[in-house]
């Protein structure tokens, strides 16, 4: 199947997305039938640790998109631009090459009538690319904090002008990220491309999360939108403490 396969079937049920940043989960989920699998700048504070994603960098999302590469045969590959490798059109497009030259089949990249000139360049240079609109991550300095989305008539508006122009520009997707339910329903359905939620109600297209939200793998820090299906941590914990009494008994 082709990378144009796999964007148009996202658009025949609803699309199920998940991140992964190494081999093993890729290849997993790939296998689970995952739809699209995301190398996330998330992986600054889920796999790295850091306080949030501004510190990620391009080599970092080379590297964990050339692993996930090799673990991924039926999903949409998609990496993150992470903050500041798309300062200017020339980078982001320069940026969006490395990406793609490392595995990934389409990129993503925050922001709507910000940065349309950027998202339109990458198109042009034949690289797919995914929206991201709503709560912003990369821009939490700037903001202060992560904030809902959409709360305004304001707001909502100018959420509506940014998926109006990423559309317009031939995103095949756009994230829809901590954004008022009825608002994100609304962009939803006034676009044709498909959207996909994380803390935006069940009136987007699709859905994602982040592995480790998924897999209770990330113990200290659960979003309010996340829906553990598992308790790794507690699994991995219990594995170590039981080695540990193992290997102590041995005397
Ligand atoms: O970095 C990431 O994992 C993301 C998802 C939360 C959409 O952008």
Redesign the pocket.
Known sequence: MTTLDRIAKLRENRVVAL?AYDYPTARILDEAGVDLI?V???LGMVFAGNPD?TSVTMEQMIYHTSVVRRGVRNALLVS?LPYHSYDTVREAVANAQRLVGAGADAVKLEGGVAIIEKVKAILASGIPVSG?IGMLPQSVHREGSYKKKGKTAQEAALLLEDARVLEEAGVFSM?L?SIVPDVATQITRAVNVPTIG?GAGSGCTGQ?A?VHDLAGFYPWFTPPFAKPKANFADQLRQAAQAYAAEVRAQA
């Open positions: 991140t995301l996330g700048d998330s994603t993150d991201h994230v990220e994380i994602i982040v």
